[in-house]
C-alpha cells in the first residue's frame, strides 16, 4: 500500500475507536441510577472541587515559566519512554499483550465470519459478492428469504400446531446447515490469516515497536501538550489530561502498526498464491481489525501506566473497563 493508503486506513481505524469508545461511554452513564441522597453528595463533592480549582488557579500561584515547561517535557518524554520500554521489550513479548494479541485472534476470527456472511463485499455499498461455494448461494438465499418463507409456511393449515413448529425448525436447520457448511469451507482460509495476524503483531512488539518508544513518546507528550496540561507531584499525568493524551497515544499507535502491519499481512497473503479469494486479500485492510487491536492492546496500556502510578484515569473509563 502506498504511504496515503496507509493514513487513510489509520484514519479510518481512529475513527471506528472513537465510535465505539463514545458509545460505550454513554451506554455507562446510562445505566446509572440516582437518588436525591447521592445527588445531595455529589453536588457536595463538585463544589469542593471547584472550590480547589478556583484556588489552584489564584493569582498567588504564578505560571510556570518556558524553561519549566521544557523541563516538565522532557520529565515526561523519559517517563513514559521507560515505561514503554518495560511493556515493549525487544525480542520478549510482555504476557499482557501476549494475551491481548489472543483476543484480537478471536475479534478477527468472528469479523471475518461476519464478512463471509454477507452478500456484499466488506467495506463495499454496492460490490456483490461471486458465489465460489454452492453452500454459499444456498445459504444467502435462504437467509434474505427467510422472513417470507416463514409467512408461507403460516400460511398453510396444520394438523396440530407441532407440525408448523417442527416446519419451522427444519427451515432454521437448513438454513444453519448451509451457513455452517460454507463457513467451514472458508476455515483453511481463516486459521492462515490467524496464524499471520499472530507473527505479525508479536514482531510488531518485540522488533518494531520497543526501538521506537522513545520517539512514539516524544510525540504523543508533544501533540497532547502534555506539559501545558496540570500534571501532578512526580511528573504524574492527570485525569484532565487523559482524552487529549488518549487520542495522541492512539493516534501515534495505529499509524505505526497500520505502516508495519499491513504489509507483512499482505505480503504473507500474496506469497501463497492462489489459496486466497480477492475478496480475502481485500479483507485483510479492513480498518476493523487495526481498531480491535488498538482497543485492546492501548486499553492494557492506560492499564500498565495507571497501576504503575504515570497516569490517573477518569473514573467513567475506569468504570467502562470494568464493564467491558
Known sequence: MTAAAKMSLADLAMQLRDEQLQARVVHYKADLATSPELDAITAQVVAELHQLQQVARSPSQPPPTPQDKKQLEAELIRSLTVMLSRLFKKDKVASIIERKVAEASKRFARIFFESELHEKIRGSASEVKTMRFSEQALFLVFARN???????????EYT????????KQQLSELIRGNRDAFLGRTTPELNSLVKFLNEVLIQFFTQELPPDVGAMAAEVVHEAQLADAKVRAGYKISADAFVAFRKAFERRFVVRLVSYAEDEMLLRVRETEGKFRSETIRFVADPQIFS????????????????DGFLDLPADWRARLRQA
Open 146 to 156: 427467510e422472513s417470507y418463507l416463514l409467512r408461507q409456511l403460516e400460511a398453510f
Open 160 to 167: 396440530t400446531p407441532d407440525v408448523l413448529q417442527r416446519a
Open 292 to 307: 480491535d487491536v488498538c482497543e485492546l492492546v492501548c486499553d492494557a496500556v492506560y492499564d500498565y501506566l495507571y497501576n
